[in-house]
Nanobody
């Protein structure tokens, strides 16, 4: 069982930055690929970024490439999402998830955090 807790969300002006963190309770964190997803009101949950268990591979949604960076620190059982040049359309609840494969399909991730709200004001 992996328990995940996100932090770092908040309200920011367009063009600003936020860093989200997701800390896992499990000792098996380093075995898991990690993903960040988001869900805006009235929309489906969408993939934002993912990182392999070692951190050697990453993947991003086209909408965030060049603006967001995913990273992880296995010694701290934490994955990060650095978000720069934020846009109002980035407003959503952001979730981290743990799985066994670096994929963009949310159904392939077994463990989820509670989410953290990110609001970007125009």
């Amino acid at each position: 069982q992996v328990q995940l807790a996100e932090s770092g969300g908040g309200l920011v002006q367009a063009g600003g930055s936020l860093r989200l963190s997701c800390t896992a309770s499990s000792r098996t964190f380093s075995l898991h690929a990690m993903g960040w997803f988001r869900q805006a009101p009235g929309k489906e949950r969408e993939f934002v970024a993912g990182i392999s268990n070692s951190g050697g591979s990453t993947n991003y949604a086209d909408s965030v490439k060049g603006r967001f960076t995913i990273s992880r620190d296995n010694a701290k059982s934490t994955v990060y999402l650095q978000m720069n040049s934020l846009k109002p359309e980035d407003t959503a609840v952001y979730y981290c998830a743990a799985g066994f494969f670096l994929v963009s399909d949310y159904a392939r991730y077994q463990y989820w955090g509670q989410g953290t709200q990110v609001t970007v004001a125009s």
